[in-house]
Each structure stands twice: as C-alpha cells, then as structure tokens.
C-alpha cells in the first residue's frame, strides 16, 4: 500500500496564492477603511473639538443633533445629495454606453492604434489634482479670472448651436425629451470622456478575451453585426458592464458636491462630527442606490460557465 501524499495539493496551493493576492487589499481594508469608519462614526455623534490645551480631541456627546442639522437644518446638504443621484441616473448610462462604443473602436486593427488608445486613456492622467489645479489656474488666466463659464457661452465659444442640432433632430420626428437628452449629452461630452478612461480599458481587456473563434463561427453562419453583438459580444462583456457601472457610480459619489460639502466642514470649518454626519448619510444613500443598481444590471449578467 502506497503511502499518503505529504505536502499541499493544488487546491490548496491555488487557495493559499488566492489569500496572498489579496492580502494587500485586507490589510488596506483593515488598517485603513475600517478603522476610519468606526472613527467616523464615533465623531458623528459627538461635538469634537481641537484643544491645544490637552493636545489633542476633545469629544462631547451630543446624540442625535449632528443627523438633525444635516438633514434638517443645513441649506443645501439634501438638495446636493439629491442631485447627485439624479447626476449618477444620468452619468453612469452613458460613461458605459461611450465606454463601451469606444472599446469596441479601439479593439479593431488599424494604424496607430496605440497612440489612439493612449489618448483616450489621457483624461484619467489629466483628473489628478496637480494638473487639474493647472488647468483651472490656465483657464482663469485666459477667461480674466471667471473660472465658471456657462455650458451656452461655452457652446458659443466653440461653435455648437443647441438650437441647430434641437431643430435638426426635431425634423427627425424624434420625441422633445428624447432631444432635450441627446443635446444636454453633448454638453456633457467632456464630463463623459473624462470619467470614461478606465472603463474603456476594462472593456477593451473583455473585448480581447472573447474567443475569435466564437466570431468565426457566427459569420460562417451568416450572422448579421447586429446579431452578433446582441448574442456574442454583449453577453460575453456583460459580468464587466456590472464592474464599471459599480466604478462609476463610486467614481461619481466620491467627486459629489454633497463630498465636497463635507470635506469642507473637516479640513476648513473643523466641524468633525457634522463632516462625520454628513458623510456617512451620503454615504448610505450612495450605498443603497448602488445596490439597486448591481441588482439590476446582474439580472443581465451572462457568466461562462467553466
């Protein structure tokens, strides 16, 4: 009789590699996340003040007073929260829908199309806080100081009329609020091509992983480009759809004005607990709106059996 086997198997192995490769994350999510949370949540229902005198934090317990001036009291927490969500409503459909025309743009074969995907992938390098501060500081340079330029004088400026494109698609016979959307999309086209890097790139790395040989075989058998999107394309990207729309709705969230609200209580006001109590509101509206989203989208969701 043959002896037992000493060592690990593969599974293990291939469990022990797992539980390594996340092991940065825990510990981030540990160390950092967590803590900052129950932290968060400890000053949102205290008065914390900084006292020199003691060195430190001074924390005085006023139950629910933070929540009630959040919601109740301050002029413009819930009307920016409120249009926050209606900007996610709006944003996250069409950062996927652009996010994926252009992947599957980029995923075809012709010149220079690495320095095309390097473009696209630009406006995530520009959104870092350095640059974006040069640019707000260039744009005040050249506009004499008025840094927030309306959208009309913006589209004046560049040459794009509403108005022609309103009466262009109105000969269409297309519906008002269908045009009232595709116009304000347009206006919204810089926004949506900013936020939209990393999402390409997901879908772009979905595009290269469909087997091409799924796609030989629907034109051997006379499938349409319509067909074939709807029945190869679509479902084989559809469990990364779900990806980037959690990333965006979390991208969104975190570049809110309700999070710049909050921000600005902590590090300008020094109102720790009402910081505190803002952000966590904000934070479990965000939370439920996203999980209703994933519940959505994860209804169309096709994953590969393998």
């Not at 950062?95 to 994926?100: C, E, M, R």
């Not at 609020?177 to 890097?197: A, H, K, P, Y």
Request: with cysteine; proline share 4%; glycine share 8%.
């Amino acid at each position: 009789m043959t002896g037992e086997r000493k060592g690990l198997t593969m599974r293990k192995k291939q469990a022990i590699a797992g539980y390594l490769f996340i092991l940065p994350f825990l510990i981030g999510l540990v160390g950092f996340f967590l803590l900052n949370m129950v932290q968060a949540v400890i000053y949102s229902f205290n008065d914390v003040r900084i006292v020199p005198e003691v060195g430190g934090l001074v924390m005085d317990g006023v139950g629910l007073e933070n929540f009630q001036f959040v919601l109740f009291q301050h002029g413009t927490f819930n009307r920016e929260l409120i249009e926050s969500l209606i900007d996610m409503v709006w944003y996250v459909p069409l950062i996927i829908f652009f996010s994926l025309f252009m992947a599957m743009i980029l995923n075809r074969h012709f010149i220079g199309r690495s320095f095309v995907r390097m473009i696209f992938f630009v406006p995530v390098i520009m959104a870092t806080p350095a640059i974006l501060t040069a640019l707000e500081l260039s744009m005040s340079m050249m506009m004499g100081g008025r840094t927030n330029v309306p959208p009309d004088v913006m589209a004046e400026m560049a040459g794009f009329s509403p108005e022609a494109i309103t009466f262009i698609l109105g000969d269409f016979g297309l519906p008002d609020d269908l045009v009232g959307f595709i116009v304000d999309s347009i206006f919204r086209l810089n926004e949506i091509l900013r936020m939209s890097g990393v999402q390409i790139l997901i879908f772009l790395a979905a595009l290269q992983a469909i087997p091409a040989e799924m796609y030989e075989v629907a034109q051997i058998e006379g499938a349409t480009g319509y067909e074939t999107f709807w029945k190869i394309t679509f479902p084989m990207v559809s469990p990364l759809i779900l990806t980037n729309v959690v990333y965006t709705i979390v991208d969104l969230y975190s570049h809110s004005p309700v999070v710049e609200t909050a921000t600005s209580f902590f590090f300008e006001m020094q109102q720790f607990g009402i910081s505190s109590a803002m952000s966590i509101v904000s934070g479990l509206v965000a939370c439920m709106f996203l999980l209703l989203v994933g519940w959505i989208v994860s209804k169309y969701v096709f994953y590969v059996n393998g």
